[in-house]
């Protein structure tokens, strides 16, 4: 049984604000909110798949100290974009 579009974006949505670092909690959360509702399921597995990953190796791709691997790096551009302040602080 395939999950519903809605229920798949509950979950991780979930996921996204109970991460293993703070900073990755204010990122993905805030990235969730704002854009998980207009993703295809396509774009939702990649998320899903991209929530599988260390976080600190997420923060590490979103924070630009390390290179993102090709499968991610439009998604992770798209979250790069809107984490500025917590990823780089002023």
Do not use: C
Request: aromatic share 8%; charged share 25%; proline share 4%.
């Amino acid at each position: 049984m395939t999950e519903p579009h809605d229920t798949k974006i509950k979950r991780l949505r979930m996921r996204s604000m109970r991460r293993g670092i703070k900073e990755m909690d204010l990122i993905l959360q805030a990235f969730a909110e704002a854009h998980l509702h207009g993703f295809s399921d396509e774009a939702l597995a990649l998320y899903d798949q991209l929530l599988s990953e260390n976080d600190h190796d997420i923060y590490g791709w979103i924070g630009g100290q390390f290179p993102t691997p090709a499968q991610y790096l439009d998604l992770v551009t798209q979250i790069a974009s809107k984490a500025e302040g917590v990823t780089r602080p002023d």
